[in-house]
């Protein structure tokens, strides 16, 4: 078992930056690959970011990609979101995943609201 808490979320102006945390306890975060997802009001949860365990492969939403960069510190057990030139449409509920390949995802957190004012 993965246990997956996010942080960082926040309120913050159309333009601004957030960086979103993913802690994982329970089994070494280098054996997973980790995502992250969005679910805005709505509408249903979407992919944003992924990275394999090794950090060497990486893929993004196309909306997001060259805005946000996905990371991680396997030392840590942690995965990073930096969210930069925010927009309104960013603003979502996010949640963190962890699974054996990118884009297979067995757990998942319990997320942090992202609000982007305009």
């Known amino acids: 078992q993965v246990q997956l808490v996010e942080s960082g979320g926040g309120l913050v102006q159309a333009g601004g930056s957030l960086r979103l945390s993913c802690a994982a306890s329970g089994r070494s975060l280098g054996n997973y690959a980790m995502g992250w997802f969005r679910q805005a009001p709505g509408k249903e949860r979407a992919f944003v970011a992924a990275?394999?365990?090794?950090?060497?492969?990486?893929r993004y939403l196309e909306s997001v990609r060259g805005r946000f960069t996905i990371s991680r510190d396997n030392a840590r057990s942690t995965v990073y979101l930096q969210l930069n030139s925010l927009k309104s449409e960013d603003t979502a509920v996010y949640y963190c995943?962890?699974?054996?390949?990118?884009?297979?995802?067995?757990?998942w957190g319990q997320g942090t609201q992202v609000t982007v004012s305009s």
């Open positions: 995943a962890a699974g054996p390949q990118v884009m297979k995802f067995d757990y």
């Open positions: 990275i394999n365990w090794s950090g060497n492969t990486v």
